[in-house]
């Protein structure tokens, strides 16, 4: 999730040297896949989250919890999968009190029943540092799994509901973007503290997309992940980023409009589905965001090429060096 | 794995109130338990291991790997599953390190030769606390799974292995033990660093044990779960305890040896399988022991009554009221 170029290379370590086998994917998906063989699928992900890195340093353990929950799901949601178990491991600093413990059953409580899943085992133990969550979702899919590699040339690139409101709502809580109405602040910190995983759309676009991935490390991160895997380039067209009203509040009260969108696009926590699907599916993702009464923006095109290519407003094509993280 | 009685206070209020489907086992098992329908079923535990709680606090990241994953490989052992993959999420105090990662991936890629599993999936990221990592295991297993409950009347009660070495290990590596030879100091640190998942034994045992667990609390406190799961007691003859050759030179050491004996199966970290089985058993546990070339140890049997009973070298019952850890 957080990460830096040591860790990319580690990862790559363990993809080659340890996750040798089908199942793993090469640890180049958002999940791993195991073939049941009877048409069913089951898809696999595990992440870890960390107070203080993933969330504010000062987050409830409830808080804490239904993030790293939310966010692995977001990696099912990539997949195309239903989600059903899950298991969690939780690192807790000190002894657990029973008033945190009982906020965090309750917080998770809730997510179970939205997202229709139950705890099926995990482990907690005591630690001398922060608290620390990692969680394991099982979920099923049938049929082709939604994966990163697929696009084609000419594909259109989507992206659904809106970008940079998780990396706003990070600045909100430090204390940022005072100029803003408190309710706009309060969604942007709802939508860095509470991911939602488009789970309906994820289901919903195997046989529509070509390929996709959920946009946690960032738009140019993710759109970058795709454009290596598929051996091609991802044009982004800036100008098309779909932005929250909070979002474009803030893009219009900065300076430089351009580099206020870069930004966005560079951030993480977005845990929106970046997706390829030829442009003949054009009226079916149009019913689909109708359908989910989710937006999906079309942001840009699949190209020869490599890397991530950002189209400004007056047409220039830049590739971007600086995609922002680095994850894998 | 360690605890307190406010993390069992936790662990029940996760199972009551999060847990509350078939293929969770009421959090109450070694590991989760989904039935595929077709004679399959994938069993599926998670664990977390930190270094200086369940390590030596100056472990390397090699060897906190190494004792996540055997400690959850034990778990799919206790539950007679045949492990296939893994998935590993690890906090990485500060930036990896290239020779600590490769160290870590050597060691990995030969526990994994060693117990035929591959990683799948998985997480890095950064801490500002100590090395953790969570593992999660799946296995395959075929007809009944071997799980706590199911223990009858009369049963004999069965240990494999060698038990307190453990804890001893860890004595040793703190500077303890120095009366000992050099070679049963190293014997009971690689015990400790690097316990041994009863994998071979743990499959054989469907259809011959009623009920069984690993023991990773301690024997008395694993006896305990076994006790409460069965509403039964489970008498424990503490001369029946196998020691190991450094065990009981540990013991003769001692100036009172029963005081020695409790310590012993109070202490954690034994990795051993405890399991019930009918007397009518016994040739085929012999022939077990003698096929996996694994000391097996009748060390007990399960009465009415609860809780843990020690039979001491007088004959006398003596109902254990600190079994040690009080982990669920």
Known sequence: M??????????ATLAKQLANVPQSLGLADDAAVLDLGDGRQLVIAADMVQAGVHTLADATPAQIASKALRTNLSDLAAMGAEPAFYLSTIAWPGAPMPELTDALVNQLAKDQAEFGIALIGGDTISTSGPMSISITVLGWAKGPILRRIGAQIGDDVWVSGSIGDGYLGL?????????????ARDYLLRRYEYPDPRLALGAALNGVAHCGLDVSDGLFADAAHLAAQNDAAVQIDLEAIPLSPAAQLYVAHESDRQVALLR??????DYELLFCAAKEERPAIAALAAKLNLDITRI?????????????????????????????
């Open 2 to 11: 957080s990460s830096g170029r040591g860790e990319f290379a580690f990862i």
């Open 171 to 183: 600045l909100a809580a430090q204390g940022g973007l005072e100029f803003m109405p408190a309710d």
């Open 264 to 269: 966005l696009a560079r951030s993480g926590d």
């Open 300 to 328: 840009g095109r699949v190209s020869d090429g490599e890397g991530v290519v950002a189209r400004t407003d007056n047409g220039n094509l830049q590739t971007m060096h600086d995609v922002g993280f680095t994850h894998f």
